[in-house]
T-cell receptor, first 112, second 116 residues
Framework: DAKTTQPTSMDCAEGRAANLPCNHS???????VYWYRQIHSQGPQYIIH???NNETNEMASLIITEDRKSSTLILPHATLRDTAVYYC?????????????FGTGTSLTVIP | DTGVSQDPRHKITKRGQNVTFRCDPI?????LYWYRQTLGQGPEFLTY????????KSRLLSDRFSAERPKGSFSTLEIQRTEQGDSAMYLC??????????????FGSGTRLTVV
């Protein structure tokens, strides 16, 4: 699975949009971009995933560049409960490559 | 309960003792994964099962570690002769695999092991 690069940490003011970038320049055509987050002392939580089109759900939006080499996770109105480590992962849905490989993620701190 | 359950949540053990953790996946999920997470790092893959078959083991899974999923439902992870380096959060996840498609994981809250 392709490797991802994320900033180590970011701050965001409460109520503002949090934009978390991820670079995945070696992504292949059948690999999806997944985002998970991990709040302290809990297991990772699924947020969103996409292939090439932008995606939106009740938690976040995922913007994938046209060349698919980078993406941005957007939390539209960050709250204090969004403080967590956010992991960007690229992974094929096929049977080759069955695991998620997590990096160190981005530690997002939402500031009151 | 529709989530992934792990038991116990916390375990403190003396070095050299054996410990066993349990994971109950989401009932319709046929895949079950074990990960380990140390402080400041992302989760690291250990092993996974499809139904009762253990299909892959990471090099991180030393001979002291063994995992089972005897009936394709719950799974256990045993660590024999624990060492201080085994102190970590042990995470279980489950997912659904249909045909050639694997869907996203649901993680449990983990078991935090402290070896003293």
């Amino acid at each position: 699975d392709a490797k991802t690069t994320q900033p180590t940490s970011m701050d965001c003011a409460e109520g503002r949009a949090a934009n978390l970038p991820c670079n995945h320049s070696t992504i292949s055509g059948n690999e999806y971009v997944y985002w998970y987050r991990q709040i302290h002392s809990q297991g990772p939580q699924y947020i969103i995933h996409g292939l090439k089109n932008n995606e939106t759900n009740e938690m976040a939006s995922l913007i994938i560049t046209e060349d698919r080499k980078s993406s941005t996770l957007i939390l539209p109105h960050a709250t204090l409960r969004d403080t967590a480590v956010y992991y960007c992962i690229v992974r094929s849905l096929t049977n080759t490559g069955n695991q998620f490989y997590f990096g160190t993620g981005t530690s997002l701190t939402v500031i009151p | 309960d529709t989530g992934v359950s792990q038991d116990p949540r916390h375990k403190i053990t003396k070095r050299g003792q054996n410990v066993t953790f349990r994971c109950d996946p989401i009932s319709e999920h046929n895949r079950l994964y074990w990960y380990r997470q140390t402080l400041g790092q992302g989760p690291e893959f250990l092993t996974y099962f499809q139904n009762e078959a253990q299909l892959e083991k990471s090099r991180l899974l030393s001979d002291r570690f063994s995992a089972e999923r005897p009936k394709g439902s719950f799974s256990t992870l045993e660590i024999q002769r624990t060492e201080q380096g085994d102190s970590a959060m042990y995470l279980c996840a489950s997912s659904l695999s249909l045909g050639n498609t694997n869907y996203g994981y649901t993680f449990g809250s983990g078991t935090r092991l402290t070896v003293v």
